[in-house]
């Protein structure tokens, strides 16, 4: 069966500070994989999306990145965060058309 | 671009009753997917129910069924026989179907409280 990772779980940083979140997925190849983010108490937003190994489409112009440097794994970057990067960090994949499941999350805190 | 809206941020009702949670959305396509996403207080978004916009039956999983009404754009989740456990966020979503942009577009979601 197929799984999700994300890690940290959750993650409180300095603003200025780099960030690396990642998502990993088990049990399927190639699939899509996209980073969502959720605002406190707003719907989520999608940020990147990626079909394959060095595939990145960027959704939102911001202060983040993504990289897809292995067929299932994506991470998701910052030079220097920003107070506003503070929410709830979701990675999705495609199991087929028209599904997405969901990660867990890590849950981010700028201060 | 494509809206869904969510009119209803909170509801509560008693187990054992039957709620029914509102969304429309806006678009122009006539080929998508509607969903339904529920995020209890742990945070993982799980999906709960899905409808293909071509397909005029409704959806249903168990107690949840939908009410999709292609023409008006309103797509509502009805839960049954409610239980503590659907105590939750409910997050409606829709999906283009064109291959290679299939982004889920949420609504502001609906806090549901199932009250024993």
């Known amino acids: 069966s197929q799984t999700i990772h994300q890690w940290p779980a959750t993650l409180v940083q300095p603003v200025g500070s780099p960030l690396s979140l990642e998502c990993t997925v088990e049990?399927?190849?190639?699939?899509?994989l996209y980073w969502y983010r959720q605002a406190a108490g707003r719907g989520l937003q999608l940020l990147f999306y990626?079909?394959?190994?060095?595939?990145i489409s960027s959704e939102v112009p911001q202060n983040l990145s993504a990289s897809r440097p292995q067929d299932r794994q994506f991470i998701l970057s910052s030079k220097k965060l920003l107070l506003s990067d503070s929410g709830f960090y979701l990675c999705?994949?495609?199991?087929?058309?028209?599904?997405?499941?969901f990660g867990p999350g890590t849950r981010l805190t700028v201060t | 671009a494509q809206t869904v809206t969510q009119s209803q941020p909170e509801m509560s009702v008693q187990e054992a009753e039957t709620v029914t949670l509102s969304c429309t959305y806006d678009t122009s396509e006539n080929n998508y997917y509607l969903f339904w996403y529920k995020q209890p207080p742990s945070r993982q978004m799980i999906l709960v129910i899905r409808q293909e916009a071509y397909k005029q039956q409704n959806a249903t999983e168990n107690r949840f069924s939908v009410n999709f009404q292609k023409a008006a754009k309103s797509f509502s989740l009805k839960i049954s026989d409610s239980q503590l456990g659907d105590t939750a966020m409910y997050f409606c979503?829709?999906?283009?179907?064109?291959?290679?942009?299939?982004?889920?577009?949420f609504g502001t979601g609906t806090r549901l409280t199932i009250i024993p």
């Open positions: 990626s079909v394959g190994i060095g595939q």
């Open positions: 999705a994949w495609r199991r087929g058309v028209g599904e997405q499941y």
């Open positions: 979503a829709f999906m283009s179907s064109n291959f290679g942009n299939e982004k889920l577009t």
């Open positions: 049990g399927t190849s190639n699939p899509n």
